[in-house]
C-alpha cells in the first residue's frame, strides 16, 4: 500500500443509488483523508443519509468504487464493518438499561470478553463524562449525555472512522457545543469523522473539508474558507487616518463603496492572500497608509443557498 493509500481513510468514486426511478446519488466522487473530519451537506432529501447508509455497509450502492480504511466495500464488508462505528440520527441508546449496562451490551456484542468489556465500559464513562451518572437509566438522560453515551457506545469496538449522521439534531446550544469538543477529541486521538448535518455553523467550525450535495451530485468541495469564496459579496473594508488618504485610496482603487464618516473604503474581494497582496501592493507603490484592514466573506448559510435547491444553470458557476 502507498503512502498516499494509508493517508486516505474513504475513497469513493463514481457513487450511484437509486430508488426505483428516482435517483438519490449520481456518481458522486468523495475522498477523506485520514484523521479529519469531513461534513457533507445538503437539503433534506439531497442523499446525504443514503451516502452514509451505503458507506457503512447498510444498503448496496448500485454502481461506482467506494474504499472504507482500505478495504473494498462490495469485496469485504466484514472488513469494513470492523473498521467502522455508526451513530445514525436516532439514538441507538436503550432507555430501558443503564449508561453503564448499555456500554457492557455493546461490549458484549463485540466479543470483548466480560473483564475487558468492563473496563473498556467504565473508561468510555469516564472519557464522556457520564460516570455518576453510570447506573442511572438512560431514559433519566439529557439529549446532550445520551448522545455522548450513543457515540461511548459506537467507539466500544475501537473504530478508525465513525460516520456521525446527524449528530446534534435536537440538542441545545450547550449541548451542542460539548459534542464539539467530543468530537474535536476523537479526531486528535487519530479518529476519521464523516459527519453529516444540516447546523452549517457545525460544518464551518468542526469540518477539515466540506462537501455540498444537492439532487444526487456533489456541486462543491473544498474547505469552508475555499467554498466561502465561490459565492459573490466577499470585501475588504479599508479605514484611512484623514480624508486626503481615503481620497487617494479612491482615485487610485477607482470605484468603490465610501464611507466618509468613517474613512472606510469598500473594496470587492475573494478575501484571499493573492488578492490582498495585490490590493495592498496598489496602495504601497502609490504610498497611501492604511488605518486598519479587515476581510469580510460570505458564510455557510450563503454558500449553501447559492449551491442548493435551484436549477442546474442558476447556481454558483465556478466550483
Not at 107 to 120: C, E, S, Y
Not at 141 to 166: C, H, K, V
Not at 231 to 254: E, K, M, N, S, Y
Amino acid at each position: 500500500m502507498d503512502i498516499e493509500a494509508r493517508q486516505t481513510a474513504i475513497q469513493v468514486t463514481g457513487l450511484r443509488k437509486a430508488f426505483g426511478e428516482k435517483v438519490v446519488l449520481d456518481g458522486i466522487d468523495i475522498e477523506v483523508t485520514r484523521g479529519t473530519v469531513f461534513s457533507l451537506l445538503g437539503p433534506n432529501g439531497a442523499g446525504k443519509t443514503t451516502a452514509v447508509r451505503i458507506l457503512s455497509t447498510l444498503i448496496p450502492a448500485d454502481g461506482g468504487r467506494v474504499s472504507v480504511a482500505g478495504r473494498d466495500l462490495a469485496k469485504d464488508p466484514d472488513g469494513v464493518r470492523r473498521a467502522i462505528g455508526v451513530t445514525g440520527q436516532y439514538s441507538a441508546v436503550d432507555g430501558l438499561l443503564t449508561g453503564r449496562e448499555n456500554l457492557i451490551l455493546m461490549a458484549d456484542l463485540h466479543r470483548l470478553g466480560k473483564a475487558t468489556g468492563r473496563r473498556a465500559a467504565d473508561d468510555l464513562l469516564e472519557r464522556f463524562d457520564l460516570a455518576e451518572a453510570a447506573n442511572k437509566t438512560a431514559l433519566t438522560y439529557s439529549g446532550g449525555m445520551r448522545r455522548r453515551l450513543d457515540i461511548a457506545m459506537t467507539l466500544i469496538g475501537d473504530p478508525q472512522i465513525i460516520f456521525l449522521d446527524e449528530p446534534t439534531t435536537g440538542l441545545d446550544p450547550r449541548s451542542r457545543r460539548t459534542m464539539w469538543e467530543t468530537i474535536r477529541g476523537l479526531v486528535r486521538g487519530g479518529v476519521t469523522i464523516f459527519l453529516t448535518t444540516q447546523y452549517l455553523d457545525e460544518a464551518d467550525h468542526l469540518a477539515d473539508r466540506i462537501a455540498v450535495l444537492d439532487g444526487g451530485r456533489l456541486v462543491a468541495q473544498g474547505t469552508s474558507d475555499e467554498l466561502k469564496r465561490l459565492v459573490p459579496g466577499g470585501h475588504v473594508r479599508l479605514r484611512f487616518d484623514d480624508p486626503a488618504a481615503l481620497d487617494a485610496a479612491a482615485r487610485t482603487l477607482g470605484a468603490q463603496t465610501r464611507d466618509d464618516d468613517a474613512l472606510a473604503l469598500q473594496v470587492p474581494s475573494d478575501g484571499g492572500v493573492r488578492s490582498l497582496r495585490a490590493l495592498l501592493g496598489r496602495l504601497e507603490d502609490a504610498s497611501i497608509e492604511v488605518g486598519e484592514l479587515s476581510v469580510h466573506t460570505p458564510d455557510l448559510d450563503d454558500v449553501f443557498l447559492a449551491l442548493t435547491g435551484r436549477p442546474e444553470n442558476e447556481k454558483v458557476a465556478s466550483r
